[in-house]
T-cell receptor, first 117, second 114 residues
Framework: KAGVTQTPRYLIKTRGQQVTLSCSPI?????VSWYQQTPGQGLQFLFE???????NKGNFPGRFSGRQFSNSRSEMNVSTLELGDSALYLCASSSLQTGRSSTDTQYFGPGTRLTVL | AQSVTQLGSHVSVSEGALVLLRCNYSSSVPPYLFWYVQYPNQGLQLLLKYTTGATLVKGINGFEAEFKKSETSFHLTKPSAHMSDAAEYFC????????????FGTGTKLQVIP
């Protein structure tokens, strides 16, 4: 079974541009979550999608948005990039919407490293 | 509100020694707790999670953690460290019960000395 894939793996953009990152979950998984990891702020939850609906969102400005398609693939978009958006963006998928089940496991992709110049 | 404190940003142990990574949480409701591991230049991997029920949780790679409500702690342990355990470990808490809106700790880098 293929794991979570993220494209592209590396990206360089300049301030003011916008960027779209893609995440393909494990086959059959309907929940996709996105996280940002920076040296200064650490790991932070961005948002979570389940069956094409955004269920939860972290404390990020409206420049950060996302969507999920009917095949569960998800994209996140960052508009008007700022230097502080440079980060590793991680995507994760799970079969259930919540982690309450002791048997459900969340799987992460390798991440997309975004550099904003 | 929820938060996690990981004591010690760097921990060094000898190969074969006990691994103990400390995590204390704060949550206004019964928490769901997670431990993740991140190897260099890789994504996260879920090691284990506490949902409800048994307070001693066993995870992958020989790790386990015990939920202690009275101490608001969820420390990660492994009886015998391997060189392959060298990585960064993150404790996380979720009040909602899910992977959503999870709050991460600042991480602990584990060094294993041969």
């Amino acid at each position: 079974k293929a794991g979570v894939t993220q494209t592209p793996r590396y990206l360089i953009k300049t301030r003011g541009q916008q960027v779209t990152l893609s995440c393909s979950p494990i086959s059959g998984h309907r929940s996709v979550s996105w996280y940002q990891q920076t040296p200064g702020q650490g790991l932070q939850f961005l948002f979570e999608y389940f069956s094409e609906t955004q269920r939860n969102k972290g404390n990020f400005p409206g420049r950060f948005s996302g969507r999920q398609f009917s095949n569960s693939r998800s994209e996140m978009n960052v508009s008007t990039l700022e230097l502080g958006d440079s980060a590793l963006y991680l995507c994760a998928s799970s079969s259930l919407q919540t982690g309450r089940s002791s048997t459900d496991t969340q799987y992460f992709g390798p991440g997309t490293r975004l550099t904003v110049l | 509100a929820q938060s996690v404190t990981q004591l010690g940003s760097h921990v060094s142990v000898s190969e074969g020694a006990l691994v103990l990574l400390r995590c204390n949480y704060s949550s206004s409701v019964p928490p769901y707790l997670f431990w993740y591991v991140q190897y260099p230049n890789q994504g996260l991997q879920l090691l284990l999670k506490y949902t409800t029920g048994a307070t001693l949780v066993k995870g992958i790679n020989g790790f386990e953690a015990e939920f202690k409500k009275s101490e608001t702690s969820f420390h990660l342990t492994k009886p015998s460290a391997h060189m392959s355990d060298a990585a960064e470990y993150f404790c996380a808490v979720s009040a909602s019960g899910g992977y959503q809106k999870v709050t991460f700790g600042t991480g602990t880098k584990l060094q294993v000395i041969p």
